[in-house]
């Protein structure tokens, strides 16, 4: 356990296993941040596929055709990367937000649920401590990743 950002006693990471995931990161986005100048909050959510007609494979053609239009469009998001595993039928998102109060306004463009059929598997939310840009062949972050590519692995 330790003493998060949020004033709180929080795990570190917090597994939801029902429908009860929403409220809690809408409670997490309610609480008094006392972050300072810089200070921004990582979320990341995570679906086992497992027990949904979604696939890894699916999913990449809701990236194609909706969700990165949709996603780019929101206030205070910084960055969202999808992330999967098609051998095990994982997949996920990282999300950087500005402030937690914004944080539900993911509410207002994903279809995700919907088309997995059941909430995350694992919901976690962070403070983030630092970044760091290495130098990259490519300038932007915008554009990239295998389901834009219309690549499968």
């Not at 997490?28 to 100048?37: A, F, P």
């Not at 095990?88 to 539900?104: H, T």
């Amino acid at each position: 356990m330790t003493h998060s950002a949020w004033g709180c006693v929080d795990s570190t990471l917090d597994f939801v296993r029902s429908t009860s995931w929403r409220v809690r990161l809408r409670r997490r986005s309610h609480r008094v941040w006392r972050g300072g100048v810089g200070a921004m909050y990582l979320s990341i959510v995570m679906w086992d596929l497992k027990k949904s007609e979604a696939t890894v494979e699916s999913l990449r053609e809701y990236l194609r055709d909706y969700a990165v239009d949709a996603y780019s469009t929101l206030d205070g998001m910084r960055l969202k990367a999808w992330f999967s595993d098609s051998a095990r039928q994982l997949w996920g998102a990282v999300y950087l937000w500005d402030s937690p109060e914004q944080m539900p306004g993911l509410y207002k463009v994903s279809r995700v649920i919907d088309l997995i059929g059941y909430p995350p598997t694992s919901v976690g939310g962070f403070t983030l401590e630092a970044t760091a840009e290495g130098k990259s062949v490519h300038e932007t972050l915008a554009g990239l990743g295998i389901a834009l590519e219309g690549g499968t692995r």
